[in-house]
């Protein structure tokens, strides 16, 4: 029962050198971050996928693209993922074509290409929006198990430090130290590895969205090139 209790998760920790101390603390911080950007990840990304359905939904309903382009504006809420683009797209569009009807020199396609660029600037901003915490979570996922492996090294040195001034070394000398040292490898799996589902399940969400984003670009610019 002694050897039990010695070797609780509480008593291993508390009875750990500084150094791999401060590793676990630096740890358990990094994992508690990281589970916050996972929360504000899964909901930002499932309100973008709503937007995106929401909005494609008014485009393609046949409806006025002035009075969605009216209607958007004149929201409460900043347009943003595909709204942002047609938005950016379609005012850069309106005031291109107003130039050309007082300036006849002005070509199609200078007004398309202006269109394009308005509509790609969205798309970066978008793009950045989509894109944040992502670094993060996938630095914790790569560099956290390192950490903590930092941890169990430091740890086992230690312990067999400890051994040099020792005459007879026994399984319950070292078995303390270097359980105390694994700990810390444990805590950095345990930061790595739900940052690593998460930033593949994120990124792939990203990559959807931006597919979906780019297609409407494009549908976008034919039809704005068929009304010039």
């Given at each position: 029962?002694?050897?039990?209790?010695?070797?609780?998760?509480?008593?291993?920790?508390?009875?750990?050198?500084?150094?791999?101390?401060?590793?676990m603390l630096i740890l358990l911080l990094t994992s508690l971050a990281s589970w916050w950007y996972i929360f504000i990840k899964v909901f930002s990304l499932k309100a973008a996928a709503e937007n995106v359905d929401q909005f494609e939904a008014q485009f393609w309903s046949g409806g006025d693209l002035n009075e969605?382009?009216?209607?958007?504006?004149?929201?409460?809420?900043?347009?943003?993922?595909?709204?942002?683009?047609?938005?950016?797209?379609?005012?850069?569009?309106?005031?291109?074509?107003?130039?050309k009807d007082t300036q006849r020199d002005a070509e199609v396609s200078?007004?398309?290409?202006?269109?394009?660029?308005?509509?790609?600037?969205?798309?970066?901003?978008?793009?950045?929006?989509?894109?944040?915490?992502?670094?993060?979570?996938?630095?914790v996922g790569s560099v956290s198990p390192y950490i903590g492996l930092f941890g169990t090294v430091w740890g086992i040195m230690n312990s067999f430090r400890g051994l040099s001034n020792v005459a007879q070394a026994t399984l319950s000398q070292v078995a303390p130290g270097i359980a105390e040292a694994l700990v810390a490898t444990a805590i950095g799996l345990f930061a790595a590895i739900p940052a690593v589902i998460a930033y593949n399940r994120f990124a792939a969400n990203v990559d959807r969205l931006l597919v979906r984003y780019e297609s409407f670009m494009e549908e976008f610019t034919n039809i704005l090139q068929r009304r010039a």
């Open positions: 029962m002694n050897v039990t209790n010695d070797m609780s998760i509480f008593t291993l920790v508390s009875g750990a050198s500084l150094p791999v101390q401060v590793v969605l382009y009216e209607r958007i504006g004149s929201g409460r809420k900043t347009p943003q993922g595909m709204a942002s683009i047609f938005q950016a797209g379609l005012k850069e569009f309106i005031r291109h074509k107003q130039q200078d007004v398309m290409e202006a269109t394009r660029r308005a509509m790609r600037a969205a798309y970066n901003r978008e793009l950045d929006y989509l894109d944040s915490h992502l670094p993060f979570l996938a630095s």
